[in-house]
C-alpha cells in the first residue's frame, strides 16, 4: 500500500471552511474546497467569465477551450476519451440519464442487477424505468461483513440482466466492490457494467479501461470540486447509440419544424447553457489531488478509519458496521440512542458527523438500525480529529448513562 500523508506536512491550512479548527468528518457527503478550486471558480466568474462553444469574440474561445480543457482532463483522469465524459449535475442526473436513455431499449422480462448496499440514486432510477417498461430489478445480497457479496451476484445473473449497476465504494460502509471480476462475469452474459464512482474517484486511482465497466459515474463536489457539476462516462459505442435525453441548444445539428437532427456525443446530451465554471471547478479540484496523489490520499483515509474504529470498539455500546478495512468511511451506533442526538452532542464540541439513512434506507432494514452515525475523512483530516470524535462519543455515553 502507498505510504500515508505525512502527518508534518497538513493540507488543512489550504482549505478556508476549515479555518476555525472545525473537525469536519462528514466528506463523503460533500468535501470542504481548497482555495486552487475557490480561485479557479472566482477567476472563472470573474475576468474570464464568458460563454462557451457559441461567441466569435476572443474571451468567449479562450472560456470554450478552458472547458473543454476541463472535460480533458476528467477524461486523463479517469483513464478515458474526452468524447467519452458528459458533463452532468452530478451521479444521480448521470444514472437517471443512463436509465431514461440507454435503458429505453429494454422490454418486459429484461432484468436489471443492483446490490443491497446502493444509495437511493442507484435504486429509483431502475425503479421508475421498471414502472415504465415492466423490466425487473433484483437485487444482490451482503457479505457477513457488509460488502456485496460478489459470488451470490455473479450466480443471480443470466442471458435476461441486461445491466448490472453497483457503487464502487459504499457510502455507508466504506466496502470496496471488485469491479473488474464484476465486469467480466456480466459481461459474460451479455449485461453491461454501471458504476456509482462517488466514493470512489476522491480516493482510488480510476482507470475505466482496466475495471471494464461501461458506465462510471461520480460528483464533483465529493471530488473537493463544486456542487453542480458531475461526470457521466460511457463507452463511446454505447454513448453514439443512446438517444438524446433533453431537447434544447448545443445538442443539435439542425432545428425546422419539420424536425431536428443532433450533434453526436458528447454534446448529444448537454443540452443549453453547461455549468461552465463547474467543470473549470472540478478540473482545478482533479489537479489538487493528483497534485497530492490518491495512493497517498487512500492510505491516509485508510489509516484514520482504522483508529477510528479502533477507538470506537473501545466503547462498549458502540456497534461497528461495515468491513474492517474500509475506504475512509466508518458508521457505527450506540445502543439505545438516536444517531441524530450523537451527531447534536458532537456539534457542540466542534465535531461535524452525519446522521440518518445517508439515502440508504433499504439498507439500514439489513441492518437492522432506523439510521446510523456516520464518520467520513478526507485529505485535510489527522489523527486529532480521531481523538475528538472518539472523545466525543465518550462523552454521549456519560450523557445518555
Known amino acids: 500500500m502507498t505510504a500515508p500523508l505525512n502527518p508534518a506536512h497538513s493540507h488543512r491550512a489550504n482549505f478556508p471552511g476549515l479555518a476555525d479548527n472545525w473537525a469536519y468528518l462528514d466528506s463523503a457527503a460533500t468535501a470542504q474546497k481548497p482555495q486552487a478550486v475557490i480561485d479557479a471558480i472566482a477567476k472563472g466568474y470573474g475576468p474570464d467569465y464568458a460563454t462557451v462553444h457559441r461567441g466569435v469574440y476572443a474571451r468567449s474561445a479562450t472560456m470554450t477551450e478552458r472547458f473543454e480543457a476541463a472535460r480533458a482532463t476528467v477524461a486523463r483522469f479517469i483513464g478515458a476519451r474526452p468524447d467519452e465524459v458528459v458533463f452532468v449535475r452530478g451521479a444521480t442526473e448521470g ?99 454501471l458504476v456509482d464512482g462517488c466514493q470512489a474517484a476522491p480516493r482510488l486511482s480510476v482507470d475505466v479501461a482496466a475495471l471494464g465497466c461501461d458506465f462510471y459515474v461520480f460528483s464533483g463536489h465529493k471530488l473537493y470540486g463544486p456542487t453542480g457539476i458531475g461526470v457521466l462516462w460511457a463507452r463511446a459505442e454505447i454513448l453514439n447509440t443512446m438517444p438524446p435525453w433533453q431537447g434544447g441548444g448545443a445538442m443539435i445539428e439542425t432545428v425546422t419544424f419539420a424536425g431536428s437532427t443532433y450533434a453526436p456525443a458528447p454534446q448529444r446530451f448537454e443540452a443549453g447553457t453547461p455549468h461552465i465554471v463547474g467543470a473549470i471547478g472540478l478540473a482545478a479540484a482533479i489537479d489538487y489531488v493528483e497534485g497530492i496523489g490518491l495512493g497517498a490520499i487512500d492510505a491516509h483515509e485508510r489509516q484514520l478509519a ?96
Not at 436509465?99 to 448496499?117: H, N
Not at 444482490?140 to 448490472?164: F, G, N
Not at 440512542?337 to 466542534?350: A, F, K, N, Q, Y
Request: proline fraction near 4%; charge should be negative; charged fraction near 20%.
Open 306 to 401: 482504522a483508529l477510528a474504529r479502533e477507538g470506537l470498539r473501545r466503547i462498549n455500546s458502540v456497534r461497528l458496521f461495515g468491513p474492517e478495512e474500509s475506504a475512509g468511511i466508518v458508521s457505527f451506533a450506540l445502543d439505545g440512542v438516536h444517531p441524530h442526538d450523537i451527531g447534536t452532542i458532537l456539534d457542540e464540541s466542534g465535531v461535524a458527523i452525519r446522521a440518518g439513512h445517508h439515502c440508504c434506507q433499504p439498507l439500514m432494514g439489513l441492518l437492522g438500525v432506523p439510521a446510523t452515525a456516520r464518520a467520513s475523512f478526507a485529505v485535510y483530516n489527522d489523527a486529532s480529529d480521531v481523538e475528538r470524535l472518539i472523545d466525543g462519543v465518550k462523552r454521549v455515553t456519560r450523557i445518555f448513562g
Open 95 to 193: 444514472i437517471n440519464l443512463v436509465a431514461q436513455t440507454w435503458g429505453s431499449s429494454l422490454k418486459p422480462g429484461d432484468r436489471i442487477l443492483i446490490s443491497a448496499l446502493e444509495h437511493h440514486s442507484n435504486i429509483v432510477p431502475w425503479q421508475l424505468l421498471r414502472d415504465r417498461t415492466g423490466i425487473e430489478v433484483d437485487v444482490a445480497p451482503l457479505t457477513a461483513d457488509h460488502r456485496i457479496d460478489e459470488a451470490a451476484l455473479i450466480a443471480m445473473l443470466t442471458p435476461r440482466t441486461k445491466l448490472v449497476a453497483i457503487a464502487h465504494v459504499s457510502n455507508v460502509l466504506g466496502s470496496i466492490a471488485d469491479i473488474a471480476k464484476v465486469a467480466d462475469a456480466a459481461h459474460a452474459v451479455g449485461a453491461l457494467l
